[in-house]
């Protein structure tokens, strides 16, 4: 028999690919703007897993979640209507914060070298991460209003972190950084601490 815990690698993924963004923005002299956007770019990565995590749900509640100030019931369509209310609400979000970014961050042309390495690591931590959420989900009833809300509690503090970093200049940067990937797995055990799971397979 074989097990396999999921919830240590996941955390694991995730403070590597902090501290590997990190090495990276240090040893090529990342700008602040250029830190800012692969950071945007790890939050909308965030919102688009969560998105299919979403759509992906077999069994939900729908327990203190309402709808147009209306109780719903855990049906496909409850489940459709928030996932693509999650998709536009947390777009529109971002796009803000992208305007918000362009003007006071960007005032030159970004490496889009850097963006590209940046937003590859943490697309194969949230990949990850992806695969083991459904396996939770498949375990455990997801509360569905939990769910669509989540994202947001974990990027806020986040990247209000290394905004407030970025106005103090670049020298105090990597401060933050460090302070970002603290919040961000803090955030994450806190998501995950009632949902360990341990995968057990036999072979004959």
């Known amino acids: 028999m074989k097990k396999y815990f999921l919830f240590d690698f996941s955390t694991i993924s995730l403070l590597f690919s902090?501290?590997?963004?990190?090495?990276?923005?240090?040893?090529?002299?990342?700008?602040v703007a250029t830190v800012l956007w692969v950071y945007w770019m790890q939050s909308?990565?965030?919102?688009?897993?969560?998105?299919l995590r979403i759509l992906s749900l077999k069994n939900f509640?729908?327990?203190?979640?309402?709808?147009?100030n209306r109780s719903v019931e855990p049906t496909p369509g409850t489940k459709l209507y928030t996932a693509f209310f999650f998709l536009f609400h947390y777009g529109f979000f971002h796009f803000i914060y992208a305007i918000f970014l362009f003007n006071?961050?960007?005032n030159k042309l970004l490496n889009f070298t850097y963006l590209f390495?940046?937003?590859?690591?943490?697309?194969?931590n949230h990949f990850f991460s992806f695969y083991h959420n459904r396996i939770v989900d498949q375990q455990k009833t997801q509360n569905i209003g939990q769910l669509i809300f989540a994202p947001y509690a974990r990027i806020i503090p986040m990247h209000l972190i290394i905004i407030f970093g970025a106005f103090l200049g670049q020298s105090t940067l990597i401060v933050f950084l460090l302070l970002k990937t603290l919040a961000d797995l803090v955030m994450h055990i806190f998501k995950h601490q009632k949902t360990k799971v341990v995968i057990t397979s036999e072979t004959s």
């Open 18 to 31: 902090n501290i590997i963004i990190i090495i990276l923005a240090v040893a090529q002299k990342w700008d």
């Open 44 to 51: 909308i990565i965030i919102g688009f897993f969560q998105f």
């Open 61 to 68: 509640s729908t327990e203190n979640f309402t709808i147009n």
């Open 104 to 106: 006071f961050f960007t």
């Open 117 to 124: 390495m940046g937003g590859f690591i943490f697309f194969l």
